[in-house]
């Protein structure tokens, strides 16, 4: 178990709907990161918080969206759900500064499916 | 753009046997961080090892051990006394060094069958 958790654990949403995905870091990480996983594929990055501010996105498009509290924990907004947005949503965090700074730990995963 | 290639779609060992997933990669960076993630059939990532591109020492975990080769930009891993509960799909991951932002960038995946 790395402590970082996520919810919902599964989620079934429409074609044109919105949907939200929440992340709790794991105590003292103060980054986030979140990535989107088709099925047999591994993970692609969507985006990563640090300090509550986006600090770095891969290339999804801006319906894709996030935020981090003052807690560190997170959220990942997507809006007008497409059929391709079915897949695994892994959350991922990294301690504060010190040697394993760059190193990400991972959540269980929403699996989210579009109809 | 970092590209991360696993060759090897599934591999498979004999329990207490040792295997070698590869993995390749492709930078034009100096300072970088090299990982493996193991995703059993609970789909949770978990950290099996990790390599600092500065250290020429290969890093080991227990029965896990990788062959970081810097310039030929390889990075495979060995699994010595293979066991059931090592039966699932790894990846082989990249991170920039250097700054706090680090996306990592994943290979596609290597499916691991674990044979008692």
């Known amino acids: 178990e790395t402590g970082v958790t996520q919810s919902p654990t599964h989620l079934i949403k429409t074609r044109g709907q919105q949907v939200t995905l929440r992340c709790s870091s794991q105590s003292g990480h103060n980054t986030v990161s979140w990535y989107q996983q088709a099925l047999g594929q591994g993970p692609q990055f969507i985006f990563q918080y640090y300090r509550e501010e986006e600090n770095g996105r891969g290339n999804f498009p801006p319906r894709f969206s996030g935020l981090q509290f003052p807690n560190y924990s997170s959220e990942l907004n997507v809006n007008a759900l497409e059929l391709d947005d079915s897949a695994l949503y892994l959350c991922?965090?990294?301690?504060?500064?010190?040697?394993?700074?760059?190193?990400?730990?991972f959540g269980p995963g929403t699996r989210l499916l579009v109809l | 753009a970092q590209t991360v290639t696993q060759s090897q779609p599934e591999m498979s060992v004999q329990e207490a046997e040792t295997v070698t997933l590869s993995c390749t990669y492709d930078?034009?960076?100096?300072?970088?961080?090299l990982f493996w993630y193991k995703q059993p059939p609970s789909r949770q990532m978990i950290l099996v090892i990790r390599?600092?591109?500065?250290?020429?020492q290969n890093a080991t975990e227990n029965r896990f051990s990788v062959n970081f080769q810097k310039a030929a930009k390889s990075f495979s891993l060995k699994i010595s006394d293979s066991q059931l509960g090592d039966a699932a799909m790894y990846f082989c991951?990249?991170?920039?060094?250097?700054?706090?932002?680090?996306?990592?960038?994943f290979g596609q995946g290597t499916i691991l069958t674990v044979h008692p």
């Open positions: 991951a990249y991170r920039s060094g250097g700054t706090s932002y680090g996306k990592l960038t």
């Open positions: 390599q600092e591109a500065y250290k020429q």
């Open positions: 930078t034009s960076e100096s300072d970088y961080y």
């Open positions: 991922a965090s990294s301690p504060v500064a010190g040697v394993s700074q760059e190193t990400q730990y």
